[in-house]
């Protein structure tokens, strides 16, 4: 029935009798299956299309969704799973048919590209992987920034450089007042030891979406390679104070503190880092510079 439709395109958990009924109504009626069908098409591409507005925009719960701490939870891979399932169930008729696609290809991209926070036996692989949907969402459209920025990313960690360069510049100049980016390319620069061009990008990050933890962190990182060791340490207690989840400000304050000699402070930040990565076993290494 309607009401039976609307509780599993809700997400709601429901028994197998409901399930069971549900499966004998869309096996008995094509009508009823292709309205199903229809709506769920028609749900997943919303909640997809509400999930890159916001990523677009800055939400700041939108940009923890991509952090390590949200790892195995539904987020981006349960999305994903829907996409998936969506673009198989969708005709090539279908107006949505291209735009599902496309954000079926980048989300597989960024579900890959998040499962290397998390310490990796198959990291080479996932990486690839990674390259290769972003690559098709390239195809499919070329000029969608969040695909652009995305691109960047995957392939700063392929160490493809002036690729990734491309990349993240065509993101700002399509995108003009997004801050992420800019923060990307700092992360760029630094990576290749550019420190005023670093400097640069995420000074731009930082007026356009000011005095996020993110940007903060990055910044910090920034400073402490020019040893501007005290402006480094206030950016990562600010960062801190913005948000105190992601374990990098703690950690680098625990090597800030740990090298003054202040060894008290420096082992107190050094366990909250412990504490904010044992669940996760995250790679430190990956985040060596800086928070996409």
């Not at 198989?88 to 079926?104: D, G, K, M, Y």
């Not at 980016?181 to 290749?192: E, G, I, T, V």
């Amino acid at each position: 029935t309607p009401d039976e439709n609307q509780l599993l395109l809700s997400e709601v958990i429901v028994d197998t009798f409901i399930l069971n009924n549900l499966k004998k109504t869309l096996q008995s009626s094509q009508v009823q299956n292709d309205l199903f069908i229809e709506k769920y098409i028609l749900k997943v591409h919303y909640e997809v299309q509400e999930l890159i507005n916001a990523y677009l925009e800055g939400d700041l719960a939108e940009l923890e969704k991509r952090q390590y701490y949200y790892s195995g939870r539904r987020n981006y891979t349960f999305i994903f799973n829907h996409i998936t399932q969506a673009v198989r169930l969708i005709s090539a008729s279908h107006p949505l048919h291209q735009i599902l696609n496309v954000n079926a290809a980048y989300l597989k991209a960024v579900t890959d590209r998040l499962h290397l926070t998390i310490e990796n036996e198959k990291f080479d692989s996932v990486l690839n992987s990674a390259e290769l949907a972003i690559e098709k969402a390239i195809e499919l459209d070329p000029f969608a920034p969040y695909i652009q920025n995305e691109a960047g990313n995957i392939y700063l960690l392929k160490q493809k450089m002036a690729l990734a360069d491309s990349f993240f510049t065509m993101a700002t100049e399509f995108a003009p007042s997004w801050a992420i980016p800019w923060s990307n390319k700092s992360r760029l620069q630094l990576a290749q030891g550019n420190l005023k061009r670093a400097t640069k990008a995420i000074e731009t990050a930082d007026s356009l979406q000011p005095d996020v933890s993110f940007i903060l962190i990055n910044k910090g990182l920034i400073e402490e390679q020019k040893g501007n060791l005290l402006l480094a340490t206030e950016l990562y207690h600010k960062a801190i104070d913005k948000n105190e989840v992601h374990f990098l400000p703690h950690e680098r304050l625990g090597y800030l503190y740990n090298a003054a000699m202040e060894f008290d402070l420096a082992n107190t930040y050094f366990k909250n880092a412990y504490e904010r990565k044992k669940l996760f076993s995250i790679s430190s290494t990956y985040y060596k510079f800086g928070i996409e």
